[in-house]
């Protein structure tokens, strides 16, 4: 392998950007062999249609216009590496030595992480949410660097019609993303995410299949014919362990289906206009696609933050000397792309000045007879009072979100179980709090998602730790573990030890499908506990 360096000046700064060798392509399969990209999702829950598409939805849901939350985990920080996926190096991306296209990206997350933390931006809309765990989704960007994979592209497993070169599936995306990573041995958790950028005629599709509803399970914009044209972008978490979270946005530039064509700075704003922005953002506050926070009733049931303002620009601040738009000043540069979603007010925002206090969400569980469970969230309080009470169950396919204004509530569960549960805490502004938990029917209370051999064991001592292996009555297809000392773990019942004496926070994620927000069934809870080593 080989690992070369180049400095790229960005405007005015110069920064060295370390990129990928040229990784080994994938082994072939023997003929007749299983592909192993098909045992892969054959689509992502979340995705930016195509602009052209009829929409169909409405800003307002059952009640409030507001996301819900389901219980999973969300992103409290997130470091990013751009990986730009060219055989023939970034001369691919356009004009330019290297082209504005690549450089453009990375100033855009320089300028990102350079203001993180403060309330100018778009990024800052996302700071209002929570887990169950207490983690908040900072404004806490950090720009890992960006990547240059020379590997060869396998061969197309979608439609080649020119001027599209090469067709690759979400899988064989995955199967790269994991080879960039594993071979810069680069983190794979909820900080940490992987931004694919693939060059002009190098298209996508969900699936491999023909035959799939919409066929290949829909297509990146640039595909050809344009029937199968599908989404601008998308981000989920990978389903071959272990687990890391990415966002793929094949070139869009020029597209009128992605991009209005408003570039302050140049082809790099096509991209960001055209779901870049509004994947990073939905990848924060719901990075395991209709886990953490989504809409969960009514018309826009199953979007996320970014979905329910796609297109929604917001009030320009002014023009730049080249008679571009911009809503967005970072860094001191012009950026012109979509606004956030926020409960707070319920409305799309391009930055949030100040979020209020908090609600407080309160939440105990009590066994009825046979699977009925009994939630009580009368311990809850809001400044003005709690307006609402949104309940996520996770216990049916495509299971609307329940919606009331008093705290307790009944329900029975279709099968004895262990169910992931989420509870949203609303206040007369919208602003809500997430909490939740596993519940299991026929117990009090809630269901640690694993059990550990020793919660105080010497430094150097093996500890057992096992997982529940079914939640929201689907089994656990992929687990994610957290030591809380930098180590992570993908099997259901891992041992560890700690080298160090003090206390470690142990997360686990569990995934057994894509929440009942929308489309899926099956959950992805989190779960943590604490591990004091002596």
């Known amino acids: 392998m080989r690992i070369r360096q180049a400095r790229i000046a960005l405007f005015a700064v110069a920064l060295v ?75 691919a991306y356009g004009p330019g030595a290297p082209p504005q296209y690549t450089t453009g990206l990375q100033q855009y997350f320089t300028d990102l992480a350079h203001d993180s933390g403060g309330r100018q931006n778009v990024d800052s809309v996302a700071t209002q949410y929570n887990d169950l765990t207490g983690a908040t989704s900072r404004y806490h960007v950090t720009f890992g660097g960006v990547l240059l994979d020379t590997d060869p592209y396998p061969a197309s497993q979608c439609p080649v019609n020119a001027p599209v070169i090469r067709c690759l599936s979400d899988g064989q995306i995955q199967q790269e993303l994991e080879k960039v990573v594993t071979a810069h041995h680069l983190k794979r958790d909820f900080t940490h995410e992987y931004f694919m950028m693939t060059p002009p005629h190098v298209e996508n599709c969900f699936s491999n299949d023909p035959n799939a509803s919409p066929p290949f399970g829909g297509c990146s914009a640039g595909e050809v014919p344009t029937s199968l044209a599908f989404y601008c972008a998308y981000h989920q978490n990978t389903s071959i362990a272990p687990m890391l979270l990415y966002s793929n946005n094949p070139y869009v530039v020029g597209n009128p289906g992605c991009d209005d064509g408003n570039h302050p700075n140049g082809p790099s704003d096509g991209a960001l206009i ?17 886990d953490a926070w989504t809409n969960g009733a009514g018309p ?41 979603w926020s409960n707070q007010g319920h409305t799309c925002l391009q930055r949030l000045p100040a979020v209020e206090p908090k609600p407080k969400a309160a939440l105990a569980v009590t066994h009825g007879t046979g699977t009925t469970l009994t939630f009580n969230a009368a311990g809850s309080s809001a400044r003005g009072g709690v307006a609402e009470y949104v309940w996520q169950f996770n216990d049916s396919f495509g299971a609307d979100t329940v919606e009331q204004t008093t705290p307790t509530i009944s329900h029975t569960f279709p099968a004895a179980g262990a169910y992931s549960i989420g509870l949203t805490v609303v206040g007369s502004d919208g602003i809500s709090t997430g909490t939740g938990g596993i519940a299991r029917t026929g117990h009090n209370g809630f269901t640690p998602g694993f059990t550990v051999s020793s919660t105080k064991p010497a430094a150097g001592q093996n500890v057992r730790f096992a997982a529940l292996t079914t939640v929201s009555s689907q089994p656990v297809i992929t687990y994610h573990w957290e030591f809380g000392d930098g180590s992570i773990a993908s099997v259901g019942q891992p041992h560890h030890s700690y080298a160090k004496p003090g206390t470690y926070t142990v997360k686990l994620v569990m995934l057994s499908g894509t929440g009942s927000a929308f489309p899926g069934a099956g959950a992805g809870p989190i779960s943590e506990r604490q591990i004091t080593v002596h």
């Open 274 to 290: 055209g779901g870049l922005s509004h994947e990073h953002n939905e990848s924060i506050t719901d990075p395991m696609p209709n």
């Open 17 to 91: 950007a370390v990129f990928v060798p040229a990784l080994a392509g994938p082994a072939h399969a023997a003929p007749g062999a299983p592909n192993p990209a098909s045992k892969v999702r054959s689509g992502p829950a979340s995705y930016v249609p195509l602009r052209t598409a009829p929409k169909g939805v409405t800003p307002f849901d059952a009640i409030l216009s507001n996301l819900d939350y389901n219980g999973g985990p969300l992103m409290p920080s997130n470091t990013d590496y751009i990986v730009f996926w060219s055989p023939k190096g970034l001369g």
């Open 300 to 340: 826009n049931h199953g979007l996320e933050n970014g979905d329910q303002c796609d297109g929604q620009m917001g009030t320009p601040l002014g023009t730049t000397a080249g008679g571009a738009k911009y809503n967005q000043v970072i860094n001191g540069h012009f950026y012109w792309y979509q606004e956030e």
